[in-house]
């Protein structure tokens, strides 16, 4: 018996060596880029496994090799490392994709810029993608969550945790962008909450990329630098992803709100007013600012409501008596029919909305 358990806890300590060991692994492998030699730790039966896809093999070829301590290739939990070789045939540039799959460990993936020279000698240079992405958020108003994920046939999506559907690498490479431009890699480690604060936001982010660094970082009303334009800017790219990529059609596609000629991004409802009003566009409203939280219009005519008690949202828009239409930038509560939300952050409705009356145009 003491020597089961002295078995299990020495299984229990190699696993968590391994889990800090690797990434150090990482880094080491920088350094021998060039020798054309890519290390990866791991161990058995539970442990990543790992396979190697080259873009172009006529460019180069990879041969791989798993490297055990003696006598330990049998051994349950034994570490090993996964050495891939690089060979180069003729001079050109192409990519390679090491994909580590484990049964308990999330995906792992890593993606290198691959270049032949005329000698023949080949160097390999981490590609900074994402590998995956994870985002929960949190409010006065429900938020969908979104999980990114890289896989050999490309980049899907789970919204809400429903099954996972492909999208476009462009989106992908989009929310790169933001991510560089607002410097989010800054939030790593950031984990903050302002309990004095009743209602508010809370966000947990997690994010890999290819190149082995990673993203950590939750609030709860409480933010990193420059939180609200960065989530501000990648919730437009998210929604975009919701509305066009995953090929789920309702009748609000193709509307398109304008605020004194600015293009807004908006998730319209999918409900009998909003295809009504769908019915009547191109629409173009005078709105009036009331109570310092809200632009009101008048439609030119009734449409069917189904009005229930709601508490809105900064970013609201709902149909008010059948026949006007309500944006808002601050909240309330009232018997409203919900048309949609415009998915940008409050401080920029303010802005767009707060101290004067606007005009909106809704088309198709």
């Known amino acids: 018996m003491k020597k089961s358990i002295l078995f299990l806890v020495s299984f229990v300590f190699l696993c968590a060596s391994m889990f800090l060991a690797h990434a150090e692994e990482r880094i080491d492998r920088d350094t021998e880029d060039e020798q054309a030699v890519l290390r990866f730790s791991s161990f058995a ?82 590609v900074r993608m994402i590998s995956s992405f994870s985002l929960y958020r949190n409010g006065e108003i429900r938020y969908d969550s979104y999980q ?75 933010f990193p630098e420059r939180y609200f334009d960065a989530m501000g800017a990648m919730w437009d790219i998210l929604t975009h992803i919701t509305e066009t990529e995953t090929e789920t059609e309702t009748e609000a596609d193709g509307m398109k709100l304008f605020i004194d000629g600015t293009q807004v991004p908006v998730t319209w409802e999918e409900n009998d007013s909003v295809k009504e009003l769908k019915k009547i566009l191109p629409l173009t409203v005078q709105m009036s600012t009331y109570g310092g939280f809200e632009q009101v219009g008048n439609l030119g005519q009734s449409i069917v409501r189904d009005d229930k008690q709601t508490k809105t949202a900064a970013g609201d828009i709902v149909l008010y008596s059948g026949d006007q239409i309500v944006i808002f930038y601050g909240s309330n509560s009232w018997a409203y029919t919900r048309l949609g939300h415009v998915d940008l952050p409050r401080s920029d409705l303010e802005r767009l909305l707060g101290g004067r009356d606007v005009e909106i145009m809704i088309t198709e």
């Not at 429903?162 to 989010?184: F, G, H, K, W």
């Not at 309990?195 to 950590?216: A, K, N, Q, R």
């Open 45 to 126: 039966g539970g442990g990543y496994e790992y396979t190697v896809e080259i873009d172009d093999p006529s460019i180069v070829s990879c041969e791989t090799k798993y490297e055990y301590e003696p006598h330990a290739e049998e051994i349950d939990g034994a570490s090993y490392d996964f050495v891939a070789e690089f060979t180069g045939l003729i001079p050109g540039s192409t990519k390679a994709r090491v994909y580590g799959r484990s049964p308990i460990l999330e995906n792992e993936d890593s993606i290198y810029a691959v270049k032949v020279d005329d000698s023949l000698h080949v160097s390999l240079t981490p």
């Open 148 to 222: 990114l994920s890289l896989d050999k046939d490309g980049y899907t999506v789970s919204i809400d945790e429903e099954p996972a559907q492909p999208i476009r690498t462009e989106s992908v490479e989009a929310l790169m962008n933001v991510i560089d431009t607002y410097n989010v890699i800054s939030w790593n480690g950031f984990d903050e909450s302002n309990d004095y604060v009743l209602d508010g936001e809370g966000f947990w982010l997690d994010i890999s990329f290819t190149d082995g660094t990673s993203i950590s970082a939750q609030g709860d009303n409480a």
